[in-house]
């Protein structure tokens, strides 16, 4: 699968800057790479392609929530398998992958190039707004049902607000 809308040369490097960024917010703190790994950029461009060319067309009317749970385990599960694999305990952690997808899926949300996404970004500075503050490190959540139970903590906080909308108002940059 492949993006279905024409984007300008001007869009396509945004859009790249974008996953730049994405990727970086996700690896940055969360030790994913063994120290002096070889092939760590294999390893994000297979995961960047990976993302462009199997997930994001589920996003572009609208995903349900049972298929964006089963994206994140399908990028949990190719970011594993890479091989050889420059990864730390050689598993890709949940919590890494659903930041990477989620904050991407953020960036093309408030670029209108994807309706509303589900779930917002998971990090430390949205768990802390919810009752599992000091409880949970974001960047060590290494199962779906890990991630379940911070999404249902944050909407517990969000009440009525979608989440998307909840993490946009309260989400600061320290």
């Known amino acids: 699968m492949a993006l279905r809308f024409t984007i300008t040369p001007q869009q396509l490097f945004i859009l790249d800057e974008l996953w730049i960024l994405a990727w970086a ?22 995961i960047k392609a990976f993302v462009r060319d199997h997930l994001l067309d589920h996003y572009m009317r609208g995903c349900d929530e049972h298929q964006h749970y089963c994206n994140i385990g399908a990028l949990v599960e190719f970011g594993s398998k ?68 911070v999404i249902e903590a944050v909407r517990a906080r969000a009440g009525s607000e979608s989440l998307a909308r909840w993490e946009l108002r309260v989400y600061a940059r320290p």
């Open 25 to 46: 917010a996700s690896v940055q703190r969360a030790k994913v790479f063994v120290e002096g790994a070889q092939g760590t950029k294999e390893f994000r461009t297979g």
């Open 82 to 149: 890479s091989s050889p694999t420059p990864l730390r305990d050689g598993i890709c952690r949940y919590g890494v992958a659903q930041k990477v997808l989620n904050l991407l899926l953020k960036y093309y949300w408030c670029l209108a190039h994807i309706p509303e996404p589900l779930h917002c970004p998971v990090d430390r500075i949205i768990i802390e707004q919810t009752a599992l503050r000091g409880k949970v490190n974001w960047t060590a959540i290494e199962t779906e049902a890990e991630y379940r139970a």
